[in-house]
């Protein structure tokens, strides 16, 4: 199996664009969930779902982001309008059976707003 | 609420030293505990795992057990390479919430 795969690894843009971030979970697995990194705060889980339906977006940071799952094979995460505050390293993970099974975790798109 | 603490990083040794990262938690009940691995550039790895109480995870030569009376599940390696060097992350997850918390990592960097 190819692993998570998260488009793009880099993205630059500038404050107030729309930024959409994209994930492909292993086959099979029926949860996903979206993390971001930052030094300050380390790793935040900002949403996650099960068999495509959100459960739980308490740590969406605010209504500028949004989450979907279309699919049990796509995912996206849009920020609009993006702020520089956002930049971060956004991670995909997947999982079969949910978080007391093993997570795995995509390479990460690394984000930069100017 | 739910809570994990690490030891501040980095921390540094030479190789084929003993190696011991500190980690306590705070939750209800009995959760599940993690240690993540992150190498440069990419996403988080499962290292061990332990889902109850005196359970011992292993794996490529770490090891960490469950104490539930000191909340901890210190990680420890008894002879570490410079492909060690890496971050690492404690986690642990409530039991009935389908969510990990994080330690905020240790860097963990390894000179020949």
């Known amino acids: 199996d190819a692993g998570v795969i998260q488009s793009p690894r880099h993205e630059v843009t500038e404050m107030g664009q729309e930024v959409t971030l994209r994930c492909k979970p292993i086959s099979g697995h029926d949860y996903l969930f979206w993390y971001r990194q930052t030094m300050m705060r380390g790793l935040e889980l900002l949403i996650y779902?099960?068999?495509?339906?959100?459960?739980?977006d308490s740590g969406m940071p605010e209504d500028r982001f949004s989450a979907k799952m279309p699919n049990a094979s796509f995912s996206t995460l849009k920020i609009q309008p993006s702020e520089p505050r956002d930049s971060a390293v956004y991670f995909c993970?997947?999982?079969?059976?949910?978080?007391?099974?093993?997570?795995?975790f995509g390479p990460g798109t690394r984000l930069t707003v100017l | 609420g739910d809570s994990v603490t690490q030891m501040e990083g980095p921390v540094t040794l030479s190789e084929e030293a003993f190696l011991t990262i500190n980690c306590t938690y705070t939750a209800t009940g009995y959760p599940s505990l993690f240690w993540y691995v992150q190498y440069p550039g990419e996403g988080l790895q499962l290292l061990l795992k332990a889902t109850k109480a005196d359970d011992k995870g292993s794996n490529k030569g770490f090891e960490a057990t469950y104490r539930k009376e000191t909340t901890s599940f210190h990680l420890e390696k008894g002879s570490v390479q410079v492909s060690d060097s890496a971050v690492y992350f404690c986690?642990?997850?409530?039991?009935?919430?389908?969510?990990?918390?994080f330690g905020t990592g240790t860097r963990l960097l390894v000179s020949p």
């Open positions: 779902f099960n068999n495509n339906v959100p459960i739980d």
């Open positions: 993970a997947s999982t079969l059976a949910g978080v007391s099974d093993t997570q795995y």
């Open positions: 986690a642990l997850s409530p039991p009935g919430f389908q969510k990990l918390v």
